[in-house]
């Protein structure tokens, strides 16, 4: 009960105010009517905006025509162009009267200005100031309102209005920055010296974004020749400085190096910044001490600034200043920076450090030597990973070349102990082109080579390729072995035509050359110089060979020299095998390991001495002749022989029978029975052709057929009296037989055609003078009257073709000239010839 | 085909109708289309001689266009790209496509009547 009365009184308290519901319903109408009038008023403006568009639109698609008649009108067009022209001028002065039309066409000016280029935009800004746009742009400017301001200075800037350049320098320090910012760009744009009037003359900051939009203006313009900014660098505006420093490095004027230096001390870090960045661009190296000394006082951006310029202009002298600053420098970025710029000065100068593990940890533990593994000789061709890390030691290995397979020369002992090399291939060298076998090939004394080596290892054989290209081989003598040898003699001198040379080498005090020197009495002792030729040598090779101990054991190969690369000689058949023991004078024992023998000297000339062991049924004086006379000798003409013999050749190609009386001529003046005889043959030669005269002569048959011939034979009537009025006109000889041929034809048209042209043709050819006068057959009706009715032998054409004059030894054909005969003015030169000659 | 016929396919009126007027002067017969829609209605009946389009328009775009021409109407109509400065990609990839020259905005119309003549040149040879 006592907790429901508390509640009722608390109930009581709270009552719903007294609000009269006309105040409400007021307060009703009112929202209701603001929100109709926005609602008004957003539809009235959007239509507002809409019909201006539209109503733009279509002004603007009134003016494009007109403009582009202003734009290409031409001085010197037509009358009615020109008068079309005053028209538009007129009727768009009447429209710009109207203040929107005005703006209307200022906007279509500067939007065209952005579209065309070159003449055109030349044209726009022409048209601008002729239609005294500008004025308006002027009126602007006096505005109160800022945007007014600001679209004035842009539109004259835009249409490049000089004149008004005085007026817009007045804004550069206006204290409404739009209007400023604009200014600056239309005072930088609108003259070449603008941007030395803006920067001695604005007072105020310039904007990054300002400073990128003029020097954007800048170097967009035509011709510009920039002025030389370090004369702001003396601004007292740090933004003028700034800027300048700018141009200064976006232009390269490095003239300014002392002005450089001194903005380094700058108390302003972007001014420093940029000082410190075109030092560094510029490589002012004097700037250096003044960098160092700054570096301790500047901000940690600065500081990596400068020792980014240090890393290009330091020394081998600023390294302590960069190890101090490795040392006491707290900023992490600029430690590392130091670091680096350390290491640009001093190429690793600097190693890594941070994590890296002492060397003592990489020390190896006691290893098995290697001499303790047990060999394994199915294993030493594989490469085992234990290998291969002994690979990567250093193993004093003076292993030598091993000449396993020469017989009887001397090995070198190695220093090494056999095992420790297992792993290694032996690498024997090719000596001499002397293909070294390996140990399966060695041959009969294995088990003292075996002992000799002392190695009880297999080894695989590496051929040393360097040496075998290195070594030129042309210079030594073909060698043969025993096989060749031990081949029939007589056999060789058919079969094979080469020529076998031995290398031996000896000592001359060794007393087997003594043995060698015995058994080839007729030893020939030939020069370098020389060439032998092989000739009816047979040899005892066998004997010699035996009796020179051959101590190169030369697996013999199939010689592939044919005789005619190897030898030129014409006389295959007598030549059978040349042996030639070519001895190598030598200081060294013959029995010598071959890696000894000092091949240098081996090739020199005067070391080699040919031997060559030849038959005892030729004596070696008679041989070398026979040798010498293989040999072609060169056959040298004196100066005037040579030319005549050219000559000749000449005449022999081209010439012919109009070279006998010259010839002849030659022939009595060579002394030379050479050239005497070939001079003989040619005219022989000519001679010969002389005699087959070619005869061009004419004949009546189809052989000389007239041009007209196949013309007639696809001619109607008609078009053969034209054809044979042709004839009379420009017909030749040989049209004759065909008009003959007519004369005889049925059609008595053309019959009476032909008869005309015909004798209008033989008269014309009579006194052209090409033939002899002609009897003209006459038609049968004329006839009848005269002579018998024997049509035939009226028809009988008693006339002969005038022969081309024919002599001897001369062409006989006169080829006809185009203009005989076939001018008016030819046929009275031929017929006043005529009368002359009848005189 | 008039061989003197030319489309003009720009949204740009101003540009449109000062080309259109320094072509006419020029004694071309120049047909001008505001946007793609309109290029390919004109291209279902006509083919001029001479195509000149903005590489940017409305509803189909000049390089669109020059896929339509070459690869639908298999046509080789020289075509001539107008491009705004700064968009050398996409001249490049209409000429990949096969258009046979361009001229960048701001335009030149004398430029743009030589390069047309040569390409009219081009057809007569």
């Not at chain 1, 017989?407 to 190695?414: A, D, I, M, R």
Request: hydrophobic share 40%; glycine share 2%; proline share 4%.
């Amino acid at each position: 009960m006592i907790f429901i009365q508390k509640t009722y009184t608390l109930n009581v308290l709270i009552s719903a105010p007294k609000i009269p519901t006309d105040f409400l319903w007021a307060l009703s109408l009112f929202f209701v009517a603001l929100a109709l009038m926005y609602v008004v008023s957003v539809f009235f403006f959007r239509n507002r905006i809409s019909r201006l568009g539209k109503l733009l639109l279509a002004k603007r698609k009134v003016f494009y025509p007109m403009i582009c008649e202003f734009l290409f009108f031409k001085e010197d067009g037509e009358k009615k162009e020109k008068i079309n022209y005053i028209d538009l001028k007129i009727h768009i002065r009447e429209l710009i009267k109207n203040p929107f039309d005005k703006e209307v066409l200022t906007a279509v000016l500067l939007d065209l200005k952005k579209d065309v280029t070159g003449k055109t935009r030349t044209e726009v800004f022409r048209v601008y100031q002729d239609l005294e746009l500008h004025k308006d742009a002027y009126k602007k400017l006096n505005s109160w309102r800022w945007e007014v301001v600001s679209k004035g200075i842009f539109e004259l800037s835009q249409m490049e209005v000089q004149d008004s350049y005085s007026l817009i320098t007045k804004f550069i320090n206006d204290k409404r920055s739009t209007i400023r910012k604009q200014a600056e760009i239309a005072t930088v744009s609108l003259n070449k010296d603008g941007i030395n009037y803006f920067l001695d003359h604005t007072r105020y900051k310039i904007s990054e974004w300002q400073q990128l939009k003029l020097l954007d203006v800048v170097r967009n313009k035509t011709d510009y020749v920039p002025p030389p900014f370090r004369l702001w660098l003396t601004s007292k505006n740090n933004h003028v400085v700034l800027f300048a420093l700018r141009l200064i490095k976006y232009y390269n004027q490095n003239d300014a190096s002392a002005s450089l230096i001194q903005l380094l001390r700058h108390k302003d870090n972007h001014i420093k910044k940029e000082a410190i960045f075109c030092v560094r661009d510029f490589n002012v190296t004097n700037a250096v001490p003044v960098l160092k000394t700054i570096f301790w006082k500047c901000t940690t951006d600065v500081k990596m600034f400068i020792l980014e310029a240090l890393s290009q202009l330091g020394t081998d002298d600023d390294i302590s200043f960069l190890e101090d600053i490795v040392t006491k420098e707290v900023a992490f970025t600029v430690k590392g920076k130091a670091i680096s710029t350390l290491n640009k000065i001093h190429p690793e100068g600097v190693l890594p450090i941070q994590d890296i593990v002492s060397t003592a940890d990489y020390i190896p533990d006691k290893q098995t030597p290697e001499a303790a593994i047990p060999y394994n000789k199915e294993n030493d061709l594989h490469i085992t990973k234990q290998e291969e890390q002994s690979n990567l030691k250093e193993i004093p290995v003076s292993a030598e070349i091993l000449s396993n397979n020469v017989k009887g020369h001397t090995l070198n002992s190695l220093d090494i102990e056999p095992t420790e090399i297992s792993f290694l291939p032996i690498v024997t060298e090719e000596v001499a082109g002397i293909a070294l076998k390996s140990k399966e090939e060695v041959p009969k004394d294995e088990n003292e080579y075996q002992s000799f080596l002392g190695l009880n290892v297999n080894f695989e054989e590496v051929y040393s390729v360097s040496a075998a290209e290195e070594f030129h081989f042309e210079f030594l003598p073909i060698v043969a072995g025993e096989f060749l040898l031990n081949g029939e003699a007589t056999q060789l001198r058919n079969e094979l035509p080469v020529c076998f040379e031995e290398v031996i080498v000896f000592d001359k005090k060794n007393t087997e050359q003594k043995k060698i020197e015995q058994c080839l009495p007729n030893e020939l002792l030939v020069t370098p110089e020389k060439v032998i030729i092989p000739s009816d040598l047979v040899l005892e090779t066998k004997k010699a060979v035996n009796d020179a101990e051959v101590r190169l054991n030369v697996p013999f190969k199939e010689p592939k020299i044919s005789f005619s690369d190897a030898i030129a000689t014409e006389d295959v058949s007598h030549i059978a095998v040349i042996y030639d023991v070519l001895t190598i004078e030598n200081d060294t024992n013959p029995k010598d390991n071959m890696s000894e023998i000092d091949w240098t000297t081996a090739v020199q000339i005067e070391n080699i001495v040919y031997q060559q062991e030849a038959s005892t049924e030729y004596k070696r004086e008679n041989v070398m002749k026979k040798k010498e006379l293989n040999i072609p000798k060169p056959l040298f003409y004196d100066d005037a022989k040579l030319n005549t013999i050219v000559l000749l050749e000449a005449i022999a190609q081209l010439g012919d029978h109009r070279e006998i009386p010259y010839l002849k001529m030659l022939l009595k003046q060579e002394a030379n029975a050479m050239v005497k005889t070939s001079i003989e043959g040619l005219i022989a030669a000519f001679s010969i052709s002389d005699d087959i005269s070619i005869s061009f002569e004419p004949t009546i048959s189809s052989e000389r057929q007239s041009v007209f011939h196949s013309l007639f034979e696809v001619s109607d009537t008609e078009a053969k009296i034209i054809l044979l009025d042709e004839i009379a006109e420009v017909g030749d000889e040989q049209e004759i037989p065909l008009l003959e041929s007519f004369v005889l034809a049925e059609d008595v048209h053309l019959k009476k055609r032909a008869k005309k042209a015909l004798e209008k043709l033989i008269t014309r050819l009579m006194i052209t003078g090409k033939t002899a006068p002609l009897e003209v057959p006459t038609l049968a009706e004329e006839t009848d009257t005269m002579f018998s009715p024997d049509i035939d032998n009226l028809f009988t054409v008693d006339f002969e073709l005038t022969p081309t004059i024919k002599k001897n030894n001369t062409i006989a054909y006169q080829p006809r000239d185009n203009m005989d005969g076939n001018t008016l003015f030819d046929r009275l030169c031929a017929m006043s010839t005529n009368l002359y000659n009848r005189e | 085909m008039n061989e003197r016929t030319i489309l003009l396919a720009d949204d740009d009126q101003l540009l449109a109708s000062l080309l259109n007027f320094r072509l006419e002067k020029a004694g071309y017969i120049v047909d001008h289309v505001l946007d793609g829609k309109e290029v390919k209605e004109y291209l279902s009946h006509t083919m001029p001689a001479i195509i000149v389009s903005d590489i940017m328009m409305p509803y189909f775009s000049g390089i669109e266009l020059i896929n339509y021409v070459r690869k639908e109407l298999l046509s080789q109509t020289p075509i001539i790209i107008i491009s705004s400065t700064g968009n050398e990609e996409n001249v490049l990839s209409a000429i990949e496509l096969g258009a046979n020259d361009f001229i960048s905005k701001p335009v030149s119309p004398s430029e743009l009547l030589v390069r047309i003549a040569r390409e009219v040149n081009k057809i007569h040879i």
